[in-house]
């Protein structure tokens, strides 16, 4: 496993401690430096914690903010909000996600059926192309589980546009090296780059702003495409109602699903749950139809295992990795449950497979953070980000000027 992501929440809490001081000004100006493997210190990396929610993005923005105003920390407070818009924008539009899957699906039948392209995918994957930069950040995304954002933005604009490789086969790429490999940001990042997310409007990755925000490492002059067509598609779903969460009644005999995408159960221990017994969830094999890397699998597993050992006072007996819903209401029966309760898990393969579960009601409280902002994510991030001070001013308890 890399040393750059120790699986711990104490790792997770050092990390931000050192960035708090480089999260103002520094940020604002050093954030699309992209300088390379071990030199990530202008970014926080710490998404491959806080999309597990090992530290919350309430967490993260407290620390920040007692230190810095919000305008002088106003770049680095949107970028943490980027993540909770995505989230919101595809709670309303789980079809979205669907359509991803079935996308995905259609183009790994190609991969098996077209030796051409199987053998183009395997060279992208592989960082096997004729283009140097591509084929560092697919080293660097499978040997460390992380790339800078611009990477990824340049990464998957090459893919689509110059390597004309099918975009899904890209996101899927990502989600399965990843540690912080994610169903909404990694998806619509990807729609947004190829121009299906803002519809017509694409990302290109030009080799000018490649050398400077490489600061020369790269320059890949005359090698990628450049004028592309954003990719067609249908239009947007029409758009559900945000989720508001179930309310918990704690006196109901219960037990406790842990997941990948909350692992800061606190506060449901504040609600009053007391569980009987307490499950680890294993959706790391729903993610894709490929074999998730390695090293993704024994980070979800660790980072599990870091949240139930310090949680293991109020958890109960402990069962690890479950991974289909039988087993869970198996489970759950045995304990003698009412209730099975769990964090409210976002669309992704954590909420597939609970919702599955038929046997016994399953109670999802969602956070008071997601409830406040998700809603907001009707259009576009613009109109989405002029709510941050409302946001931050009620997670202070205060409330916004
Ligand atoms: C094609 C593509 C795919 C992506 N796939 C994922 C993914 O699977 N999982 C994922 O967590 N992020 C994804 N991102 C978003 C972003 O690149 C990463 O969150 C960011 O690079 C993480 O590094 P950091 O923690 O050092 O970020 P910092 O710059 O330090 O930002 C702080 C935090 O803000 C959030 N954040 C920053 N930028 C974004 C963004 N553009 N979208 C959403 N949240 C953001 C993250 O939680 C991050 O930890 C993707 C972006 C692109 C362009």
Known sequence: MSDLFPPTRTAALEKLSAFVPKAGRDYTAQRNYDRGLGHHDAVSTLSPYLRHRLITEAEVLEAVLGRYSLSSAEKFVQEVFWRTYWKGWLEMRPAVWGGYQQGLLRAWDQVQTQSGLRSEWEAACKGETGIDCFNHWAHELVETGYLHNHARMW??????????????????????????????SNTLSWRWVAGLQTQGKNYVARASNISKYTEGRFSPLYQLASNPEPLQGP???????????????????????????????????????????????????????????????????????????RWSASLGPITSGMSTAQEIEDWARAAGADQIV????????????????????????????????????????????????????????????
């Not at 239009?235 to 219960?254: C, E, I």
């Not at 497979?353 to 953070?369: G, T």
């Open 155 to 184: 990464f998957a604009s090459i893919w689509i546009f110059t390597l004309r490789l099918p975009w899904e086969l890209g996101a899927d790429f990502f989600l399965r090296h990843l540690y912080d490999g994610d169903p909404a």
């Open 342 to 401: 769990t964090s409210y898990a976002p669309v992704g393969p954590v909420a597939t497979l609970l919702n599955d579960i038929r046997a016994l009601p399953v109670i999802r409280p969602l956070r008071a953070y997601d409830r406040r902002a998700w809603h907001h994510a009707t259009a576009g991030f613009f109109k989405f980000k002029a709510k941050i001070p409302e946001f931050v001013g009620a997670m202070k308890g205060l409330q916004p000027v």
């Open 235 to 309: 239009p947007h779903p029409p758009r559900m109602d945000a989720p508001v969460g179930d309310t918990l009644d704690p006196s109901k005999p219960s037990v406790l699903v842990l997941h990948e995408d909350d692992l800061c159960p606190g506060w449901l221990f504040d609600l009053g749950l007391k569980p009987l017994a307490t499950a680890t969830l294993d959706a790391t094999g729903q993610i894709s139809p490929l074999h998730v890397a390695p090293r993704v699998k024994a980070f979800k597993t660790a980072i599990m295992a870091d949240c139930a050992s």
